[in-house]
T-cell receptor
Framework: NAGVTQTPKFRILKIGQSMTLQCTQDMNHNYMYWYRQDPGMGLKLIYYSVGAGITDKGEVPNGYNVSRSTTEDFPLRLELAAPSQTSVYFC??????????????????FGEGSWLTVV | DAKTTQPPSMDCAEGRAANLPCNHS???????VYWYRQIHSQGPQYIIHGLKNNETNEMASLIITEDRKSSTLILPHATLRDTAVYYC??????????????FGTGTKLQVIP
């Protein structure tokens, strides 16, 4: 069971280039997330998805695009890379369902991170 | 949005209990409180979660106040390996009923030898 797998682990981009960070999970989770973490800061939610074909913006979506064509995959697209996008990116997934009697919630599983530098 | 507030940093002597507080005064009645920690630049690691009652597992204990507006994560015997940033989070529902999970800035716990 691989869990959440992100690729690439490290990448250097030039300003204006585009790239896609890949994320796949093998736990049949319905929710998937992309976060970024700048040095010394907390995690910021970029986009998330509640299932195939459904995505929603997080706290810092500008400059990014996502798609969710399958349950397993949730790629993050960077268009026209800028130095401000230099960060560590984390993909995550969880299985969410409403448990009306006991409350709602479930555990989020994170990938190992992708280090992106834009120069 | 339900938000959490945590102190930015704390120190704890090795072997002593570390008590990390979190305020979540706008939490909804049926939403869990989750705690994660992040060591260096690794992906955050799940620690524990709770709804109303106190919870304990092999890693930590979670004390939730009766009004659910705050909670405390307790590491009973802190070790140097517990030095990390600890995040308290709650889920936030948007208008479509989707669950957005946002992290605050967390508490940087430094365990001192």
């Amino acid at each position: 069971n691989a869990g959440v797998t992100q690729t690439p682990k490290f990448r250097i981009l030039k300003i204006g280039q585009s790239m896609t960070l890949q994320c796949t999970q093998d736990m049949n989770h319905n929710y998937m997330y992309w976060y970024r973490q700048d040095p010394g800061m907390g995690l910021k939610l970029i986009y998330y998805s509640v299932g195939a074909g459904i995505t929603d913006k997080g706290e810092v979506p500008n400059g990014y695009n996502v798609s969710r064509s399958t349950t397993e995959d949730f790629p993050l697209r960077l268009e026209l890379a800028a130095p401000s996008q230099t960060s560590v990116y984390f993909c995550a997934s969880s299985y969410y369902r409403i448990q009306s009697e006991r409350g709602i919630g479930n555990t989020i599983y994170f990938g190992e991170g992708s280090w992106l530098t834009v120069v | 949005d339900a938000k959490t507030t945590q102190p930015p940093s704390m120190d704890c002597a090795e072997g002593r209990a570390a008590n990390l507080p979190c305020n979540h005064s706008t939490i909804s009645g049926n939403e869990y409180v989750y705690w994660y920690r992040q060591i260096h630049s690794q992906g955050p690691q799940y620690i524990i979660h709770g709804l109303k009652n106190n919870e304990t597992n092999e890693m930590a204990s979670l004390i939730i106040t009766e009004d659910r507006k705050s909670s405390t994560l307790i590491l009973p015997h802190a070790t140097l390996r517990d030095t990390a940033v600890y995040y308290c989070i709650v889920r936030v529902s948007n208008s479509g009923g989707y669950q957005k999970v946002t992290f605050g800035t967390g508490t940087k716990l430094q365990v001192i030898p």
